[in-house]
Protein backbone atom coordinates (compact mmCIF):
# COMPACT_ATOMS: atom_id res chain seq x y z
CA UNK A 1 0.00 0.00 0.00
CA UNK A 2 0.88 4.08 -0.50
CA UNK A 3 1.03 4.19 3.45
CA UNK A 4 -0.30 3.78 6.56
CA UNK A 5 -3.63 2.50 6.67
CA UNK A 6 -5.81 2.75 9.76
CA UNK A 7 -9.47 1.58 10.09
CA UNK A 8 -12.30 2.63 10.95
CA UNK A 9 -11.12 6.64 10.56
CA UNK A 10 -14.29 7.07 12.78
CA UNK A 11 -15.64 5.19 15.81
CA UNK A 12 -18.61 6.63 17.87
CA UNK A 13 -19.52 4.12 20.99
CA UNK A 14 -21.47 4.08 23.96
CA UNK A 15 -19.37 4.05 27.76
CA UNK A 16 -18.73 0.73 28.59
CA UNK A 17 -18.59 -0.78 25.33
CA UNK A 18 -14.92 -2.51 24.11
CA UNK A 19 -13.77 -0.98 20.47
CA UNK A 20 -11.06 -2.03 18.26
CA UNK A 21 -9.12 -0.27 16.24
CA UNK A 22 -6.89 -1.57 13.41
CA UNK A 23 -3.63 -0.32 11.74
CA UNK A 24 -1.80 -1.52 8.67
CA UNK A 25 1.52 -0.34 8.37
CA UNK A 26 3.71 -0.08 5.52
CA UNK A 27 4.93 -3.26 3.54
CA UNK A 28 8.04 -4.25 4.77
CA UNK A 29 8.28 -1.91 7.96
CA UNK A 30 9.24 -4.10 10.96
CA UNK A 31 8.21 -1.56 13.57
CA UNK A 32 4.63 -0.16 14.61
CA UNK A 33 3.55 2.36 17.06
CA UNK A 34 0.20 3.27 18.48
CA UNK A 35 -0.07 7.01 19.85
CA UNK A 36 -3.04 9.11 21.22
CA UNK A 37 -3.99 12.49 20.85
CA UNK A 38 -6.10 14.05 22.69
CA UNK A 39 -7.76 17.26 22.19
CA UNK A 40 -5.31 20.50 22.66
CA UNK A 41 -2.52 18.28 23.60
CA UNK A 42 0.42 16.70 21.95
CA UNK A 43 0.62 12.79 21.02
CA UNK A 44 0.95 10.41 23.65
CA UNK A 45 3.27 7.18 23.16
CA UNK A 46 0.99 3.89 23.80
CA UNK A 47 2.90 0.83 22.74
CA UNK A 48 5.28 0.05 20.20
CA UNK A 49 6.24 -3.46 18.40
CA UNK A 50 9.44 -4.45 16.71
CA UNK A 51 9.72 -7.74 14.86
CA UNK A 52 9.43 -10.57 17.20
CA UNK A 53 10.55 -8.78 20.24
CA UNK A 54 8.06 -8.52 23.08
CA UNK A 55 6.41 -4.72 22.46
CA UNK A 56 6.70 -1.56 24.63
CA UNK A 57 4.09 -1.62 26.75
CA UNK A 58 5.20 1.28 28.81
CA UNK A 59 2.77 4.00 27.61
CA UNK A 60 -0.31 2.54 27.90
CA UNK A 61 -2.39 4.23 30.39
CA UNK A 62 -4.46 1.22 32.36
CA UNK A 63 -4.91 -2.56 31.78
CA UNK A 64 -8.04 -1.50 30.04
CA UNK A 65 -6.15 -1.05 26.81
CA UNK A 66 -4.01 -3.95 24.73
CA UNK A 67 -2.47 -3.93 21.65
CA UNK A 68 -1.81 -7.19 19.31
CA UNK A 69 0.14 -7.68 16.00
CA UNK A 70 -0.50 -10.79 14.21
CA UNK A 71 2.39 -11.75 11.68
CA UNK A 72 4.25 -8.95 12.14
CA UNK A 73 2.29 -6.99 10.38
CA UNK A 74 -1.52 -5.78 11.40
CA UNK A 75 -1.88 -4.40 14.43
CA UNK A 76 -5.12 -4.13 16.52
CA UNK A 77 -5.54 -2.02 19.42
CA UNK A 78 -8.41 -3.02 21.96
CA UNK A 79 -9.97 -0.82 24.59
CA UNK A 80 -12.15 -2.42 26.98
CA UNK A 81 -15.07 -0.95 28.88
CA UNK A 82 -14.53 2.60 27.34
CA UNK A 83 -14.76 5.91 29.18
CA UNK A 84 -15.26 9.33 28.10
CA UNK A 85 -11.74 10.22 28.73
CA UNK A 86 -10.93 7.61 26.14
CA UNK A 87 -12.13 10.17 23.75
CA UNK A 88 -9.12 11.06 21.42
CA UNK A 89 -8.00 10.52 17.93
CA UNK A 90 -5.83 7.62 18.15
CA UNK A 91 -2.46 7.54 15.27
CA UNK A 92 -0.66 4.43 14.19
CA UNK A 93 3.04 4.57 12.68
CA UNK A 94 5.17 2.37 11.50
CA UNK A 95 8.95 2.40 10.43
CA UNK A 96 11.26 0.30 8.18
CA UNK A 97 13.66 -0.27 11.67
CA UNK A 98 14.19 1.04 14.84
CA UNK A 99 16.42 4.03 13.19
CA UNK A 100 14.33 4.93 10.61
CA UNK A 101 11.89 7.81 10.59
CA UNK A 102 8.00 7.12 11.55
CA UNK A 103 5.35 7.02 9.11
CA UNK A 104 1.81 8.07 10.16
CA UNK A 105 -1.51 7.25 9.34
CA UNK A 106 -4.71 9.23 9.43
CA UNK A 107 -5.33 8.09 12.64
CA UNK A 108 -9.37 6.69 14.03
CA UNK A 109 -11.48 9.70 15.64
CA UNK A 110 -12.67 7.36 18.88
CA UNK A 111 -15.87 9.46 20.12
CA UNK A 112 -17.36 8.09 23.58
CA UNK A 113 -20.63 9.35 24.53
CA UNK B 1 11.19 12.84 33.22
CA UNK B 2 11.53 13.13 29.38
CA UNK B 3 9.75 15.84 28.28
CA UNK B 4 9.27 18.32 25.11
CA UNK B 5 7.74 21.82 25.81
CA UNK B 6 6.28 24.35 22.89
CA UNK B 7 5.68 27.18 24.71
CA UNK B 8 3.51 28.74 21.88
CA UNK B 9 0.00 27.60 20.99
CA UNK B 10 -0.15 29.80 17.78
CA UNK B 11 1.52 31.88 15.94
CA UNK B 12 0.49 34.02 13.45
CA UNK B 13 2.67 35.78 11.05
CA UNK B 14 2.51 37.66 7.63
CA UNK B 15 3.88 36.28 4.49
CA UNK B 16 7.45 37.32 3.89
CA UNK B 17 8.09 37.47 8.02
CA UNK B 18 10.66 35.44 9.69
CA UNK B 19 8.97 32.36 11.86
CA UNK B 20 10.83 30.59 14.56
CA UNK B 21 8.94 28.16 16.27
CA UNK B 22 10.22 27.36 19.71
CA UNK B 23 10.93 23.46 21.13
CA UNK B 24 12.93 23.20 24.21
CA UNK B 25 13.55 19.48 25.60
CA UNK B 26 14.17 17.78 28.97
CA UNK B 27 16.48 14.66 28.55
CA UNK B 28 19.33 13.57 30.33
CA UNK B 29 20.73 11.28 27.70
CA UNK B 30 21.42 12.12 24.10
CA UNK B 31 18.47 13.18 22.27
CA UNK B 32 17.62 12.98 18.51
CA UNK B 33 15.24 15.47 17.71
CA UNK B 34 12.73 15.78 15.02
CA UNK B 35 10.22 18.36 13.64
CA UNK B 36 6.96 16.89 12.54
CA UNK B 37 4.21 19.00 10.32
CA UNK B 38 0.63 18.46 9.84
CA UNK B 39 -1.15 20.44 6.91
CA UNK B 40 -4.83 20.89 6.85
CA UNK B 41 -6.85 17.26 6.20
CA UNK B 42 -3.04 15.44 5.99
CA UNK B 43 -1.80 12.55 7.70
CA UNK B 44 1.54 13.87 10.11
CA UNK B 45 4.75 13.98 8.26
CA UNK B 46 8.20 14.36 9.28
CA UNK B 47 9.75 17.69 8.06
CA UNK B 48 13.19 17.44 9.19
CA UNK B 49 15.53 15.42 11.65
CA UNK B 50 18.52 17.21 13.61
CA UNK B 51 20.73 14.21 12.29
CA UNK B 52 20.25 15.41 8.78
CA UNK B 53 21.25 18.86 9.01
CA UNK B 54 19.10 19.93 5.90
CA UNK B 55 16.59 22.24 5.16
CA UNK B 56 13.66 21.07 3.70
CA UNK B 57 10.83 23.47 2.22
CA UNK B 58 13.45 26.06 3.88
CA UNK B 59 13.01 25.60 7.36
CA UNK B 60 15.87 24.84 9.16
CA UNK B 61 16.47 24.06 13.39
CA UNK B 62 19.76 23.47 14.96
CA UNK B 63 20.31 21.39 18.52
CA UNK B 64 21.63 23.42 20.77
CA UNK B 65 22.58 20.84 23.58
CA UNK B 66 23.28 23.99 26.09
CA UNK B 67 20.06 25.62 25.96
CA UNK B 68 18.42 22.25 25.25
CA UNK B 69 16.78 23.68 22.15
CA UNK B 70 15.20 22.69 18.97
CA UNK B 71 14.09 26.05 16.90
CA UNK B 72 12.06 25.79 14.31
CA UNK B 73 13.17 28.48 11.70
CA UNK B 74 12.71 30.08 8.47
CA UNK B 75 13.22 33.59 7.04
CA UNK B 76 10.00 34.27 4.71
CA UNK B 77 7.14 32.76 5.92
CA UNK B 78 4.18 31.51 3.02
CA UNK B 79 1.32 30.71 3.23
CA UNK B 80 1.10 27.65 2.14
CA UNK B 81 3.19 26.72 5.17
CA UNK B 82 0.17 27.56 7.55
CA UNK B 83 -0.08 23.91 9.31
CA UNK B 84 0.56 22.31 12.80
CA UNK B 85 4.39 21.82 14.10
CA UNK B 86 5.12 19.15 16.41
CA UNK B 87 8.49 18.84 17.86
CA UNK B 88 9.42 15.35 19.05
CA UNK B 89 12.40 13.64 21.15
CA UNK B 90 13.61 10.18 20.43
CA UNK B 91 15.41 8.40 23.33
CA UNK B 92 18.98 7.02 22.87
CA UNK B 93 19.55 3.10 24.03
CA UNK B 94 17.13 1.70 21.41
CA UNK B 95 13.73 2.84 22.54
CA UNK B 96 12.24 4.59 19.23
CA UNK B 97 9.20 5.36 20.77
CA UNK B 98 9.09 9.79 19.91
CA UNK B 99 8.23 12.09 22.93
CA UNK B 100 6.17 15.04 21.16
CA UNK B 101 5.26 18.33 22.32
CA UNK B 102 1.65 20.17 22.64
CA UNK B 103 2.05 21.33 19.11
CA UNK B 104 2.29 24.89 17.52
CA UNK B 105 -0.03 26.09 15.12
CA UNK B 106 1.54 28.19 12.57
CA UNK B 107 -1.06 31.10 10.93
CA UNK B 108 0.41 32.65 7.99
CA UNK B 109 -1.27 35.26 6.41
CA UNK B 110 -1.67 37.06 3.04
Known amino acids: GAGVSQSPSNKVTEKGKDVELRCDPI?????LYWYRQSLGQGLEFLIYFQGNSAPDKSGLPSDRFSAERTGGSVSTLTIQRTQQEDSAVYLC???????????FGDGTRLSIL | AQRVTQPEKLLSVFKGAPVELKCNYS??????LFWYVQYSRQRLQLLLR??SRESIKGFTADLNKGETSFHLKKPFAQEEDSAMYYC????????????FGAGTRLAVHP
Open chain 2, 27 to 32: YSGSPE
Open chain 1, 93 to 103: ASSFGLDQPQH
Open chain 2, 50 to 51: HI
Open chain 2, 88 to 99: ALRLSGGYNKLI
Open chain 1, 27 to 31: SGHTA
